[in-house]
């Protein structure tokens, strides 16, 4: 009985104690009720609709630099750890290019490859890179003599080189960029030519600034450049040697600033002043046939950058005071609508003015003379002094058109367009009398001219292995009776083709074509048509050096790429290349 009266005991005990704790729990869990209650009643009932669009300023929060502490203290181990330790997983990124470049060719028709180019990292701010390039052929080539002048061999050559210096410091909110340029072009006339050689030489120097700083409401880049050249041998008459010199200031800037994300207005000006030194003033009338010529051009223009639209509104607006004197204005309107993904459909007005200096002519045709000035009183010839060209002026350049992309990597577009030009240069043949000889030379001329343009062009990349890119345009060139000469070079067809292949990495091949046919006015000047197959391949063979070759004029055609002046048959180049 006794087991039984403290089991009893106890179970009342028990009963008490429990008691006594739920009711401690119970005098505990008043504030949890309070909280329960609060949370009830936190139930928001919107008493004014008109308020619920009306939110409140929202501050962007801050972050205060604070300075980095090192720890410096040296800690010894002082256990091992139990388990392997995982191996260190980096994160992939893209490998830095190598900074120096150098190439080395050389092949038939003393074809001459050479290219030098060093990136100097002097540090996370300031960049400088050094390059050097020449290139060039000396062989002969089958003459293709003036009228009534004989075929003979031509011993040609020509020879270009280029050195470039550019230096870049990112500052905090602008970027400074200064440097220079030089050229030097080497080169020999045809033999019925007056002149046998040619040097052509060129230097400038540039120094700009550029702001980087993407959230400044006004952004704004300005650059200064002071620009060399010289003619060795320009006049027509062969009894004077006189170099003819060109100097130009340009200064060359814009500012912008963004309306909203996606509107932004600019004002770009440009300010060429051309000075000239050299045999430019009769010295009996004084008159001066080379004279200063100062240019201003004006461009501002309205951007919007949305999803779907990119317009671009503007117009060029240009001044020239001294020689050429004129005002001229062209449009610069641009409107790209995009739909579907990546098919855009185009249309553009777009003009200008092109400046006919030294450095132009050059690329035109190097061995036109530039136009003549007659002298009434020289008995020699009646071109005795030369005359800087009118610059060309590009009234419209207007074409719509359409680029679609149907397939990753595969792109197309059609366009068709107007351009008219006014001054427009080209180059024809001229008679000259020299005492006790008729000879020819080919002259700058120019007049206005237009053409009507359709075309297209389809490209298509497959990672890094295969590369395809095609284009065909056609030109249907005019001009008034007196300014058809000028339509003799002018391109009528063309067409390009290239393909890359990389069936290996340490291998790519590279196959193309070439054609450009010109307009043929007359039966006296005829230009024959442009036709180039060529092939290259390069082979990596160890890390960093690659060996080239490349074979031009596969067909082995005559054609001229500057009027009456051949260019070389089947030929090839090959060299070595390093980087490091």
């Not at 620009?227 to 006049?235: A, D, M, P, T």
């Not at 890359?500 to 990495?505: E, G, Q």
Request: aromatic content about 14%.
């Amino acid at each position: 009985m006794k087991p039984n009266y403290y089991i009893s005991l106890g179970i009342a005990a028990c009963t008490m104690l429990f008691s006594q704790l739920q009711a401690q729990t119970q005098h505990k869990d008043t504030t949890l009720n309070r909280t329960v209650t609060v949370e009830q009643e936190y139930a928001p009932e919107i008493l004014d609709a008109s308020k619920v669009n009306v939110l409140p300023k929202v501050e962007e929060p801050t972050v205060s630099k604070k300075k980095v502490e090192y720890a410096t203290t040296l800690l010894p181990a002082v256990s091992i750890p139990g388990s392997p330790m995982q191996p260190y997983m980096g994160k992939e990124v893209e490998k830095t290019a190598t900074p120096g470049y150098v190439r080395a060719g050389y092949g038939s028709y003393g074809n001459l490859d050479l290219l030098a180019n060093y990136l100097f990292r002097l540090s996370d701010t300031d960049k400088l890179n050094v390059r050097f390039q020449m290139d060039g052929m000396n062989g002969k080539l089958d003459n293709i003599p003036y009228p009534n002048s004989e075929a003979t061999k031509w011993n040609a050559f020509y020879y270009r080189t280029r050195a470039n210096v550019d230096y870049t410091h990112q500052f905090d909110r602008m970027d400074l960029n200064i440097g220079g340029n030089f050229g030097l072009s080497n080169f020999n006339y045809k033999p019925e030519s007056i002149n046998n050689k040619q040097k052509f030489t060129s230097g400038d120097v540039y120094a700009g600034i550029m702001s980087g700083d993407e959230a400044a409401p006004l952004q704004f880049n300005a650059e200064a450049n002071l620009l060399f050249y010289e003619r060795q041998h320009n006049l027509l008459n062969e009894n004077q040697k006189n170099s003819l010199k060109e100097t130009i200031l340009r200064l060359q800037g814009d500012v912008s600033g963004a309306i909203s994300d996606e509107q932004r207005i600019t004002l770009a000006l440009l300010l060429n002043n051309y000075g000239y030194g050299g045999k430019t003033t009769n010295a009996e009338t004084g008159d001066k046939y080379l004279k200063s010529y100062t240019a201003i051009g004006l461009n501002p223009y309205y951007e919007l950058n949305s999803d779907d639209w990119k317009i671009h509104l503007g117009a060029h607006t240009d001044f020239s005071f001294g020689f050429d004197k004129s005002i001229r204005v062209s449009p610069d309107i641009t409107a790209q609508y995009l739909f579907s993904d990546s098919y855009i459909l185009y249309a553009q007005a777009t003009g200008g003015k092109l400046f006919n200096d030294f450095r132009r002519a050059e690329e035109i045709s190097p061995y036109s003379e530039l136009p003549g000035v007659a002298d009434p009183l020289s008995s020699v010839t009646p071109y005795e002094y030369v005359q800087r060209p009118y610059d060309t002026y590009e009234q419209i350049n207007g074409s719509i058109g359409f680029k679609a992309s149907p397939y990753p990597g595969l792109w197309f577009n059609i366009q068709g367009g107007y351009q008219n030009l006014k001054n427009d240069l080209s180059c024809g043949i001229v008679e000259a009398s020299i005492p006790t000889t008729v000879t020819h030379y080919l002259n700058f001329m120019q007049g206005n001219t237009n053409n009507v343009y359709a075309g297209g062009n389809i490209s298509y990349d497959y990672k890094e292995y295969l590369s395809l890119a095609a284009k065909y345009m056609y030109r249907s060139w005019d001009a008034k009776d007196e300014y058809r000469s000028l339509l003799i070079s002018k391109p009528e067809s063309e067409f390009t083709f290239d393909v890359y292949v990389r069936p290996m990495p340490a291998l790519s091949l590279n196959l193309g074509y070439n054609y450009t046919s010109r307009k043929s006015e007359t039966d006296f000047v005829k230009m024959a048509a442009i036709s180039n197959l060529y092939a290259g391949a390069t082979y990596k063979f160890y890390k960093g050096v690659s060996i080239y070759a490349k074979i031009n004029n596969l067909l082995n055609k005559d054609y001229q790429y500057y009027l009456y002046y051949p260019t070389e048959g089947l030929n090839f180049l090959g060299g070595l290349s390093f980087n490091f």
